[in-house]
């Protein structure tokens, strides 16, 4: 006999208890309650929310003149300027995708990017209109409307398109009358993989997982209202990590920047009293070894770092500054950080090594993500609790991607058993918090034993002479494999392979040591990450 369940008897939803959850919401709420607090800052400029959600509306409805239809895919490629973040808006209030293209791309792979997400528009920002020009051309997308951003800050570049920003700015109604979508399934935005072993995945996003990262991001980080922001994280970059969405739920200032430089971060940090800013590693390695006359400032300060595993010395050094520092973990597929290393009370009183070794831990499930485990890849059966057996990195929940575009193989292969698989290996500790030991395709097995390069890495940024470090597997004929350092020097200092190689094998296992350094600049992606593909080629090349 079928269950009675008395709360399914004429309780249904209805417009008035249910509707899809989307991030366009927060700046419909801000623009409401806090018109004329500060949104957004810009060189010269400076607008209200009042005035970012009318050029929002206006923006939208241009586009929705223009001919734009519900799930078309509208790219940019841009700095982190206002015209970026009003996108994050502006196209999904329209009813399309936004596709905001990683800027150091070559052509071709913006070309490949456009025709794959089948892009109807394409918004171009001046220093990137040589890239945009040439990638259209290859694509052979005359058909593409090409929009022109004026920037007026910037000195270069040209005009490309048939249309102008100010002129869909124009065009459109400040009251635009704008819905929600009709499923908060419905894509939100399009962000494709780094694509360094064939060609990059378009990984999709939904309304509903934009709007429950965005506001996680305010809870895993106890963000206060009108926190001030400052973009060091490209905005190309999961959507920011979510933080467009989120700088509008919590009707903070978004403080732009056109390049990650040292001396504009710590200008704006004091100028624009910045409480809040997000980074890779490199760029905290970066600003700790900027020059003491930069690092003035007076006000409390948050940073927010993924992207690679911190070394401890480097978070270490940026507390020493003052400097709170939360570590995330995530992957494009999951918005961005899904993970956080969420601090205990308790372990203020840890000495200050021990805490920076805690904090480089990636820790635990965010408020968004419903589960996470380290588990065997084969039966999938979470290992001990021991901080020691190596595992693959598996998450699920609402802020994991609807799935790769066009690539259903690809989309199956990563979800498995109820499981998104990340690819990441790692441990989990007694307490419950993960460590990332290595990406799969980079742990070095040398004589038969694992080496994870992120502990030997950890152990280079501990020498005072090290600017930047990464090691990968170098072809061993005895061995097998051998750990290999790449290292950058900080400026006017001078270290042997020897000397190296010695430090690191005072302060670690002898097997885990690396056997060849090699010293000289390190090649990076436009988010701060070393590019290990490009040092792998090299370390073979050697023999």
């Known amino acids: 006999m079928p269950h009675y369940n008395i709360y399914e008897q004429g309780l249904d939803a209805c417009a008035a208890n249910y509707e899809q959850l989307s991030p366009l919401r927060y700046i419909e709420r801000t623009a409401e309650i806090h018109p004329e607090a500060l949104a957004v800052v810009h060189e010269g400029q400076r607008r209200n929310w009042a005035e970012t ?73 001046p220093e990137f209109s040589e890239l945009a020009e040439r990638a259209v051309r290859i694509a052979g997308r005359d058909d593409i409307m090409v929009v022109d951003i004026i920037d007026p800050s910037y000195d270069g570049g040209r005009r490309i398109g048939q249309v102008s920003y100010d002129d869909l700015l124009a065009e459109g109604d400040p009251e635009f009358d704008w819905r929600l979508p009709g499923s908060e399934w419905d894509a939100i935005a399009l962000n494709y993989t780094s694509g360094t072993t064939g060609d990059p995945k378009g990984v999709v996003y939904h309304h509903r997982g934009a709007a429950l990262n965005a506001m996680a991001n305010i809870v895993s980080w106890g963000m206060p209202q009108h926190a001030r922001y400052l973009w060091t994280l490209p905005m190309f970059h999961c959507n920011g990590w979510c933080f467009p969405w989120t700088i ?251 000397d190296l190689i010695a430090f690191c094998r005072q302060n670690m296992a002898h097997f885990k040591a690396p056997k060849t350094v090699v010293f000289g600049d390190l090649p990076k992606t436009s988010t701060g990450k070393i590019q290990k593909f490009m040092l792998r080629d090299r370390a073979r090349a050697m023999g």
């Open 248 to 498: 509008a739920a919590n009707a903070g200032v978004c403080i732009c920047l056109r390049a990650v430089r040292a001396e504009p971060i710590w200008r704006l940090i004091r100028e624009e009293k910045v409480s809040h800013f997000c980074g890779a590693p490199i760029v905290l390695n970066m600003l700790v070894n900027a020059p003491d006359e930069l690092k003035v400032f007076d006000h409390e300060i948050k940073v927010m770092t993924a992207g690679a595993a911190p070394p401890a010395a480097v978070i270490a050094a940026m507390e020493a500054m003052g400097i709170s520092v939360t570590h995330v973990y995530g992957l494009t597929e999951t918005y961005g950080p899904s993970v956080v290393c969420a601090w205990k009370g308790a372990w203020d009183a840890r000495p200050a090594e021990e805490r920076a070794k805690l904090k480089s831990r990636q820790g635990v499930r965010n408020p968004a993500l419903g589960g996470l485990m380290v588990a065997d890849p084969e039966t999938m059966r979470p290992v001990p609790r021991d901080g020691a057996t190596m595992g693959e990195i598996f998450m699920r929940g609402n802020n994991v991607m609807k799935g790769y575009l066009k690539n259903p193989s690809a989309t199956e292969r990563s979800f498995r058993g109820g499981w998104f698989a990340s690819g990441d290996l790692g441990v989990i500790h007694p307490d419950g918090y993960i460590e990332l030991k290595d990406r799969s395709k980079d742990i070095i097995i040398s004589g038969g034993e694992n080496i994870s390069s992120i502990e030997v890495e950890d152990v280079l940024y501990k020498h005072p002479d090290v600017m930047e470090a990464a090691v990968v597997a170098r072809p061993d004929q005895k061995w097998g494999e051998t750990p290999c350092a790449f290292v950058a020097l900080k400026p006017g200092r001078a270290l042997s392979e020897g």
């Open 53 to 125: 959600y009318a050029r929002c509306r206006r923006v939208a409805g241009a586009l929705q003149a223009r001919g734009l239809r519900p799930g078309d895919t509208v790219a940019i490629i841009a700095a982190n300027i206002p015209e970026l973040f009003e996108c994050h808006f502006s196209v999904p209030m329209a009813g399309g995708v936004l596709n905001a293209i990683n800027t150091r791309l070559d052509a071709e792979a913006v070309a490949f990017i456009l025709n794959h997400g089948e892009a109807r528009v394409l918004l171009v920002d």
